[in-house]
């Protein structure tokens, strides 16, 4: 019986997650929505090769300081500023 039980609970612990694991799934960031979330209207972001290109739509009130703080320093991807189509665009990338 004794063994019964100590089964049933080895059996249980291997299907639930473990306290780390479930903290480390929430802490994932999600780069995309937070550079929609920040940009709004202003501009566009788009998922391009393990990057993103960000046309931007509106200069003067687009958040330049914390898009290329969030982009530089929190997730050191290189970036391009480059004019495209008659408006500006940047570029992020993994380094290479």
Do not use: C
């Not at 479930?22 to 929609?36: I, K």
Request: charged share 30%.
């Amino acid at each position: 019986m004794v063994e019964k039980r100590l089964r049933l609970r080895t059996e249980k612990a291997k299907n639930r997650p473990s306290k780390k694991r479930a903290e480390r799934e929430s802490d994932v960031f999600d780069l995309e929505s937070a550079l929609e979330q920040m940009i709004g209207d202003f501009g566009k972001v788009n998922p391009v090769l393990g990057g993103y290109e960000i046309d931007i739509l509106n200069p003067s009130g687009f958040p330049w300081p914390d898009v290329l703080r969030l982009l530089v320093v929190e997730t050191q991807l290189d970036v391009w500023i480059s004019k495209k189509d008659g408006g500006l665009t940047i570029v992020a990338e993994q380094p290479t």
